[in-house]
């Protein structure tokens, strides 16, 4: 299967700032996502990472606050803009349709832990 | 909206007993359901999955049921373990994404 790796694996930020946060897969996928899991929550999904095109975001998150960026197949970043306490949390990047898996099968990175003082 | 409800959220069970976590969805055009398994601090891992044009998927001591009439899955687990303990998640697809459950903290107590 593919290794899905995240950079920083955890971060803690003062108010105001911006943290990148990259997802980097070991061979070609197709889909690539951006979730975020509050603490003791499900996943939420903020965006799909579209390759050579603009992100295609879900209700209630905006380009501004979470720009991505998905430049080739293996790589994408997303950004936590102006950051408040409130966006402390675990972001997932998950991928899609690498050698041997099926159609919507997806499979997550270990998570960037942010914290926002 | 697309929406996945998931019941119950919290269940405990004795080692060796059998657990059953439930969900329903919203969206009759979903035809992919998959159950994530995470462990504390760790990534939400695939365990099992269905897809519409089956009732039934078995793996060991996991199993799938798929009521696409009544747009509702559940898991089984047998047998169960204390590594069974984790928060489990389903999640139904909605076009080429996936909405997941509320998810289910299962503790199996030895």
């Known amino acids: 299967s593919a290794v899905i790796s995240q950079k920083p694996s955890r971060d803690i930020c003062q108010r105001g700032t911006s943290l990148t946060i990259q997802c980097q897969v070991d061979?070609?996928?197709?889909?690539m996502f951006w979730y975020r899991q509050q603490p003791g929550q499900s996943l939420t999904l903020i965006a799909t990472a579209n390759q050579g095109s603009e992100a295609t975001y879900e209700s209630g998150f905006v380009i501004d606050k979470f720009p991505i960026s998905r430049p080739n197949l293996t790589f994408s970043t997303l950004t936590v803009s102006n950051m408040s306490p409130e966006d402390s949390s675990i972001y997932l990047c998950?991928?899609?349709?690498?050698?041997?898996?099926?159609?919507?099968?997806?499979?997550f990175g270990p998570g960037t832990r942010l914290t926002v003082l | 909206g697309e929406n996945v409800e998931q019941h119950p959220s919290t269940l405990s069970v004795q080692e060796g007993d059998s657990a059953v976590i439930k969900c329903t969805y919203s969206?009759?055009?979903?035809?992919?359901f998959p159950w994530y398994k995470q462990e504390l601090g760790k990534r939400p891992q695939l365990i099992i999955d269905?897809?519409?044009?089956?009732g039934e998927k078995k793996d060991q001591r996991i199993a799938v049921t798929l009521n696409k009439t009544a747009k509702h899955f559940s898991l089984h687990i047998t047998e169960t373990q204390p590594e069974d303990s984790a928060v489990y998640f389903c999640a139904a697809s909605f076009t080429d994404k996936l909405i997941f459950g509320t998810g289910t903290r299962l503790q199996v107590f030895p």
């Open positions: 269905i897809r519409s044009n089956v």
């Open positions: 998950s991928v899609e349709g690498f050698f041997r898996t099926a159609y919507n099968e997806q499979f």
């Open positions: 969206d009759s055009a979903s035809n992919y």
């Open positions: 061979s070609q996928v197709t889909m």
